[in-house]
C-alpha cells in the first residue's frame, strides 16, 4: 500500500465486497496490505478518544495496541492475529461504518497533512519509531485507571496521529504523536503523584502517620 489514493480504493472495495457477502476480519486486512497496521490501530485507537474511562474495553485495545506496536518494530509486513479472531465475520452495517468512519478520517487528514520528513516514517527507522509510539501509547490505555478522567484520550490520540503519519509519510504528525505521548506520561506522573499524596495525608487525617502511637 504506498499511498493514500491506494488505501482509499482497498478500503472502498472491502466496502463494496461487505455488502455482497459476508466479510472476515482476516480477508479485510489481506486486502489492505501494509496499511493494516494503521488501520487496525486506528480501530482500536479511535474510540479511547472520549474523554471518560471505558474500563476493560479500554485495555482490551490497549493490550492490542501494545501487540500491534511490537510487531511493527519487529517488521512483520503484515499484523499478525491469532485464527480466530481473523475468521470472525463482522455484520455488513459495521463494516460499513468501521470502513466509512475511516475514509472519513484519512480524508480529513489529507487537508493539512503531506509527505515530509519521509526518512523518519519510512524503512526500518520508521517502523521502529511509529511502532514505539504505537506500543507506548496501548500501555499507557491499558493501565486501568478507572475513573480517571482522560486517561485513554491522550495516549489514543498518540496512537492515531502515528497512524496518520505512517499513512501519510509525514513526519510532522509523528512529532504531533511524540508531543501527546509525552502529555500522556506527565498526565499518568501527575495522576500516581496526586494519588500518592492524597493517600498520605488521609492516613495523616485519622492519626494513622508516624506520631500516632
Known amino acids: 500500500m504506498k499511498n493514500w489514493e491506494e488505501l482509499h480504493e482497498a478500503l472502498r472495495d472491502c466496502a463494496r465486497r461487505a455488502r455482497d457477502k459476508h466479510l472476515t476480519i482476516g480477508e479485510v486486512l489481506d486486502g489492505l496490505g501494509e496499511a493494516s497496521y494503521p488501520f ?3 480501530l482500536f485507537a479511535v474510540p479511547m478518544l472520549v474523554p471518560v474511562s471505558l474500563g476493560p474495553v479500554a485495555t482490551a485495545a490497549g493490550i492490542s495496541l501494545a501487540a500491534l506496536g511490537f510487531q511493527l518494530m519487529t517488521g512483520r509486513p503484515e499484523p ?3 485464527r480466530r479472531v481473523r475468521a470472525i465475520v463482522l455484520p455488513e452495517k459495521v463494516w460499513l461504518v468501521l470502513i466509512g468512519g475511516a475514509l472519513r478520517l484519512f480524508t480529513f487528514c489529507r487537508s493539512f497533512t503531506r509527505p515530509r520528513g519521509e526518512r523518519w ?5 520508521g ?3 511509529g511502532g514505539a509510539v504505537i506500543g507506548t501509547a496501548g500501555f499507557l490505555i491499558a493501565i486501568p485507571f478507572i475513573g480517571v478522567p482522560l486517561n485513554n484520550t491522550i495516549p ?7 497512524c496518520i503519519a505512517e499513512l501519510e509519510r509525514d513526519a510532522a504528525m509523528l512529532w504531533v504523536a511524540l508531543a501527546w505521548l509525552v502529555l500522556s506520561v506527565a498526565y499518568f506522573t ?6 500518592f499524596v ?3 495525608n488521609a492516613f495523616e487525617w485519622l492519626g494513622w502517620g508516624k506520631g500516632s502511637a
Open 40 to 42: 487496525l490501530a486506528i
Open 80 to 82: 499478525w492475529l491469532p
Open 121 to 125: 516514517v519510512t524503512g526500518r527507522r
Open 127 to 129: 517502523r521502529i519509531l
Open 156 to 162: 489514543g490520540f498518540a496512537a492515531v496521529f502515528a
Open 190 to 195: 501527575f495522576v500516581v503523584w496526586l494519588v
Open 198 to 200: 492524597v493517600g498520605v
